[in-house]
């Protein structure tokens, strides 16, 4: 083994750089250089050992002789080129020239060495090249065609053996023939072996890589159907691999993305580029705490062979649920982030009027009455002045008191403290609060409270500012000569309150933002009613906090109907969280309640 070894390394020595890092390239070249190597250097050195015993060579053994410096020159062209299908070439030439030269001193086409002419395309086999093979065939042929016309034209030398000396001569030439045919099959036996082990090694190596990797690798037909998944798809989807075969890993997936799926396989198929799509997939349950669920995967394909038409395609596929969690995280932030703009652009379009109006007033108002010995004001006027600089003070502190609640609900600081009350007292006297403002807009407000309502554990004061809002906010809106239905009735464990009015109502794409802090239906800097746009976003706020739902439907010109429902029995939670408010029906109208000391008077 030591010997082999060295041989070895020396040989390797000898490869051009092209073929050290190619397994099969290198077990070529060594192929082809190690017989010719050594095969010449042991006939030079035998080259002595037949002169003593032969004695003065003639000139055909010297020009035999001296043709064994060809082989050591071939294999010195592999090693300063690297091109192997050029040495096999030059070896074909070089082996039709040796037999042509011995063939036509020695009988021409009965020559003992005609017999190699075979050999030619034999030995041009192992460089696994049909261009090399089809130029050695024509080589052999052609050799052969030459050798039968000259002799049948007699312009070859006779050989003037003897019957013993040729029939020996014909017996060397089959047996050297032999074994050198039996030397080119023992090499392309091994050169076969070598590929058939470096296959192995190559196949088990991508199979340990793909068995270590912790994406998943398949092969897909054009139909989808998997023919083969690596076993990460275990640790993936939680199920052995033999149920993904076939089409079980198209019946995992999400029905809504099973045709971007087969898309990606048929494109990747018959296009010959790859493609790229991300599904979601079902996942079976790791263990009885977790429950069965669909993760995000992308799955990246491309096809086996790019010529035919019904191509298998490899695919890749990677879990990216977190990704796309993180993708959802950002839309979410980004559209939270466009909401607070949208609020604070409304906050300012609305407060600049609400805040600013009534400080006019208060301003005005209080230097005319500082003024009154110049501008002779009476009692009567005076005392006119103070009432309106209490009404612009009053609407000033609702304004105020409406935003600080809003924020604390919208915080989750806002406290709730539920006992049990009668809700059709609260309802009836909220009722009475706004019968005025309605006499005084010619609009009939009408109650429909039962008498036996049953009493009800809630926070009283947020019940009555509900009433409050939801009522006003219908006046508001109602035209002269309407009407406002307020009625409350008993649905199974739950009060429910109904505010209907015949007003302007509300358009279809206000209906969905509506209920937003400081937003009023309608265009923000032409609008028809004074408000902050918190009445119906506070109405909201409390109804979540009462663990309660709450409904609007409208038609332009024709009304809305605000439907309020609150569980008779409420009990709170230990900490309710401030995101209840955000999963109440969005469609709701906002508009600028009562004075919330009114609200407070009748708390």
Same mark, same amino acid.
């Given at each position: 083994? &030591?010997?082999?070894?060295?041989?070895?390394?020396?040989?390797?020595?000898?490869?051009?750089?092209?073929?050290?890092?190619?397994?099969?390239?290198?077990?070529?070249?060594?192929?082809?250089?190690?017989?010719?190597?050594?095969?010449?250097?042991?006939?030079?050195?035998?080259?002595?050992?037949?002169? *003593?015993?032969?004695?003065?060579?003639?000139?055909?053994?010297?020009?035999?002789?001296?043709?064994?410096?060809?082989?050591?020159?071939?294999?010195?062209?592999? &090693?300063?080129?690297?091109?192997?299908?050029? @040495?096999? $070439?030059?070896?074909?030439?070089?082996? @039709?020239?040796?037999?042509?030269?011995?063939?036509?001193?020695?009988?021409?086409?009965?020559?003992?060495?005609?017999?190699?002419?075979?050999? =030619?395309?034999?030995?041009?086999?192992?460089?696994? &090249?049909?261009?090399?093979?089809?130029?050695?065939?024509?080589?052999?042929?052609?050799?052969?065609?030459?050798?039968?016309?000259?002799?049948?034209?007699?312009?070859?030398?006779?050989?003037?053996? +003897?019957?013993?000396?040729?029939?020996?001569?014909?017996?060397?030439?089959?047996?050297?023939?032999?074994?050198?045919?039996?030397?080119?099959?023992?090499?392309?036996?091994?050169?076969?072996?070598?590929?058939?082990?470096?296959?192995?090694?190559?196949? !088990?190596?991508?199979?340990?890589?793909?068995?270590?990797?912790?994406?998943?690798?398949?092969?897909?037909?054009?139909?989808?159907?998997?023919?083969?998944?690596?076993?990460?798809?275990?640790?993936?989807?939680?199920?052995?691999?033999?149920?993904?075969?076939?089409?079980?890993?198209?019946?995992?997936?999400?029905?809504?993305?099973?045709?971007?799926?087969?898309?990606?396989?048929?494109?990747?198929?018959?296009?010959?580029?790859?493609?790229?799509?991300?599904?979601?997939?079902?996942?079976?349950?790791? #263990?009885?705490?977790?429950?069965?669920?669909?993760?995000?995967?992308?799955?990246?394909?491309?096809?086996?062979?790019?010529?035919?038409?019904?191509?298998?395609?490899?695919?890749?596929?990677?879990?990216?649920? !977190?990704?796309?969690?993180?993708?959802?995280?950002?839309?979410?932030?980004?559209?939270?982030?466009?909401?607070? !703009?949208?609020?604070?652009?409304?906050?300012?379009?609305?407060?600049?009027?609400?805040?600013?109006?009534?400080?006019?007033?208060?301003?005005?108002?209080?230097?005319?009455?500082?003024?009154?010995?110049?501008?002779? $004001?009476?009692?009567?006027?005076?005392?006119?002045?103070?009432?309106?600089?209490?009404?612009?003070?009053?609407?000033?502190?609702? %304004?105020?008191?409406?935003?600080?609640?809003? +924020?604390?609900?919208?915080?989750?600081?806002?406290?709730?403290?539920?006992?049990?009350?009668?809700?059709? *007292?609260?309802? $009836?006297?909220?009722?009475?609060?706004?019968?005025?403002?309605?006499?005084?807009?010619?609009?009939?407000?009408?109650?429909?409270?039962?008498?036996?309502?049953?009493?009800?554990?809630?926070?009283?004061?947020?019940?009555?500012?509900?009433?409050?809002?939801?009522? @006003?906010?219908? =006046?508001?809106?109602?035209?002269?000569?309407?009407?406002?239905?307020?009625?409350?009735?008993?649905?199974?464990?739950?009060?429910?309150?109904?505010?209907?009015?015949? #007003?302007?109502?509300?358009?279809?794409?206000?209906?969905?933002?509506?209920?937003?802090?400081?937003?009023?239906?309608?265009?923000?800097?032409?609008?028809?009613?004074?408000?902050?746009?918190?009445?119906?976003?506070?109405?909201? +706020?409390?109804?979540?906090?009462?663990?309660?739902?709450?409904?609007?439907?409208?038609?332009?010109?024709?009304?809305?109907?605000?439907? %309020?429902?609150?569980?008779?029995?409420?009990?709170?939670?230990?900490?309710?969280?401030?995101?209840?408010?955000?999963?109440?029906?969005?469609?709701?109208?906002?508009?600028?309640?009562?004075?919330?000391?009114?609200v407070k008077k009748s708390a």
């Amino acid at each position: 083994m &030591s010997v082999l070894s060295i041989i070895r390394d020396c040989l390797d020595a000898l490869l051009h750089p092209s073929a050290r890092y190619d397994a099969l390239t290198r077990a070529r070249h060594r192929a082809f250089m190690a017989p010719r190597l050594l095969g010449s250097l042991a006939a030079f050195a035998a080259f002595p050992v037949y002169l *003593a015993m032969r004695g003065a060579p003639t000139a055909l053994e010297v020009a035999a002789f001296a043709w064994l410096i060809a082989p050591i020159l071939l294999s010195w062209f592999l &090693s300063r080129t690297g091109r192997y299908d050029g @040495a096999h $070439i030059l070896s074909s030439l070089a082996l @039709a020239g040796f037999i042509m030269m011995v063939a036509a001193a020695t009988g021409g086409i009965e020559s003992f060495v005609a017999l190699w002419l075979i050999v =030619i395309p034999l030995e041009a086999a192992l460089s696994a &090249s049909r261009r090399v093979v089809a130029f050695a065939f024509a080589l052999a042929m052609s050799c052969a065609a030459l050798l039968i016309v000259l002799g049948h034209f007699h312009m070859l030398p006779d050989p003037n053996f +003897s019957p013993a000396l040729h029939g020996a001569l014909i017996g060397f030439g089959v047996v050297s023939a032999i074994f050198y045919a039996a030397g080119l099959a023992f090499g392309a036996e091994s050169l076969a072996r070598t590929t058939v082990s470096l296959l192995y090694v190559e196949e !088990d190596r991508y199979r340990l890589l793909a068995l270590n990797m912790s994406d998943v690798i398949s092969r897909h037909s054009r139909n989808g159907a998997v023919q083969f998944i690596s076993p990460a798809a275990e640790a993936m989807l939680g199920t052995p691999v033999t149920r993904l075969a076939g089409h079980g890993l198209f019946d995992r997936v999400h029905v809504a993305d099973r045709p971007a799926y087969l898309t990606a396989l048929s494109d990747a198929a018959r296009g010959g580029e790859a493609r790229s799509v991300e599904f979601r997939i079902r996942r079976d349950a790791r #263990g009885q705490n977790h429950a069965a669920e669909f993760i995000w995967v992308e799955m990246r394909c491309r096809p086996l062979e790019q010529a035919s038409p019904e191509a298998e395609v490899v695919a890749v596929m990677r879990d990216v649920t !977190d990704r796309k969690m993180q993708e959802q995280a950002l839309e979410l932030a980004r559209t939270a982030a466009e909401q607070a !703009d949208a609020s604070k652009t409304r906050f300012l379009a609305t407060m600049s009027h609400e805040l600013r109006t009534p400080l006019n007033a208060i301003i005005g108002f209080s230097e005319m009455i500082v003024q009154e010995d110049v501008l002779m $004001i009476d009692a009567a006027r005076r005392k006119e002045y103070a009432q309106l600089i209490n009404e612009s003070g009053q609407h000033l502190l609702s %304004v105020v008191n409406g935003i600080l609640d809003m +924020s604390k609900m919208e915080s989750g600081n806002f406290e709730i403290s539920p006992e049990p009350f009668v809700p059709r *007292a609260a309802l $009836i006297n909220c009722c009475n609060l706004l019968a005025l403002k309605a006499r005084e807009s010619a609009i009939d407000l009408v109650t429909r409270a039962p008498e036996d309502l049953p009493v009800m554990t809630g926070d009283p004061r947020a019940f009555k500012q509900i009433v409050l809002n939801l009522v @006003a906010n219908a =006046i508001k809106f109602t035209e002269r000569g309407g009407a406002v239905t307020v009625s409350a009735g008993v649905e199974g464990s739950r009060l429910v309150l109904r505010v209907c009015d015949t #007003g302007v109502g509300i358009s279809a794409d206000d209906l969905k933002r509506i209920g937003n802090p400081f937003f009023q239906a309608g265009k923000t800097y032409q609008r028809r009613h004074e408000g902050t746009g918190l009445g119906l976003s506070i109405v909201k +706020s409390l109804v979540a906090l009462h663990a309660g739902e709450m409904n609007v439907q409208s038609k332009l010109d024709e009304g809305t109907t605000v439907t %309020v429902a609150l569980p008779l029995a409420f009990t709170p939670r230990a900490e309710q969280p401030s995101s209840n408010i955000a999963t109440l029906t969005p469609a709701v109208r906002s508009a600028t309640p009562e004075p919330s000391h009114q609200v407070k008077k009748s708390a």
